[in-house]
């Protein structure tokens, strides 16, 4: 069965310096990634995509997510972080067929002004 | 993307009573699915549902307690039956996209989630 882990459950960073968040799956077959983030009393907003191809993939908000296959993970990143960004972030893998998702924990983000 | 509504935002129950929850989407969707997240925990499928067909749960899930139902292509419910107070959580639905991606995997869209707790 597939899983996925988040081993950052707080993480803390001042404003404009970059960020890191890390993701890492199990799955026998070619994973489909994905991170979602949720601000406090909002849903979840897919934030960025992994089917195939280029590892690096761009999402929205300035975020950036690269797939590494060798290692099993989807790290995402960001150079500059703003005050706004701060919320909790999930990286799911899909299973393929019916779409069913597998979320991470989830890492809560605080940003320092 | 798909613009998702749900029904209540937020609700307080008393234990034995039952929740019916809405989700309402935009567009004409086949699959919907409905997660739940636990207080400070991740979201966790509960099922999925197909209009015309009945629900498949996940494991641990059951339709006794989780009933759902799919009468067209835009709208959901979900029922939270003989409430404990094990069952406060957020429920969110969620539909995946319009056009599907590679090997017929598509990024769901989420709905803004229903706030219970159960006395």
């Known amino acids: 069965a597939q899983s996925v882990t988040q081993p950052d459950i707080h993480i803390t960073v001042s404003e404009g310096a970059s960020l890191e968040l890390r993701c890492n799956y199990s799955y026998g077959a070619t994973p489909y990634l994905f991170w979602y983030v949720q601000s406090p009393g909002q849903g979840l907003q897919l934030l960025l995509k992994y089917f195939s191809g280029d590892t690096l993939v761009q999402g929205i908000k300035g975020f950036e997510a690269e797939f590494k296959r060798s290692q099993s993970s989807f790290n995402l990143r960001k150079p500059s972080v703003h005050w706004s960004d701060a919320a909790e972030y999930f990286c799911a893998v899909s299973t393929g067929g019916g779409n069913k998702l597998t979320f991470g924990t989830g890492t809560q983000l605080k940003v320092e002004l | 993307s798909a613009v998702i509504s749900q029904k209540p935002s937020r609700d307080i129950c008393q234990r034995g009573t039952s929740l019916t929850i809405q989700c309402q989407v935009d567009?004409?969707?086949?699959?919907m699915f409905w997660y739940r997240q636990q207080p400070g925990q991740s979201l966790t499928l509960i099922a999925t549902?197909?209009?015309?067909?009945?629900?498949?749960?996940e494991s641990g899930f059951v339709i006794d307690k989780f009933p759902i139902s799919r009468p067209n292509l835009t709208f959901s419910t979900l029922t939270v039956s003989n409430l404990s107070p094990e069952d406060s959580s957020i429920y969110l639905c969620s539909v995946e996209g319009r056009d599907r991606g590679l090997a017929g995997v598509n990024e769901q869209f989420f709905g803004p989630g229903t706030r219970l707790t159960v006395l």
């Open positions: 567009s004409q969707v086949t699959m």
């Open positions: 549902a197909n209009q015309g067909s009945e629900a498949t749960y």
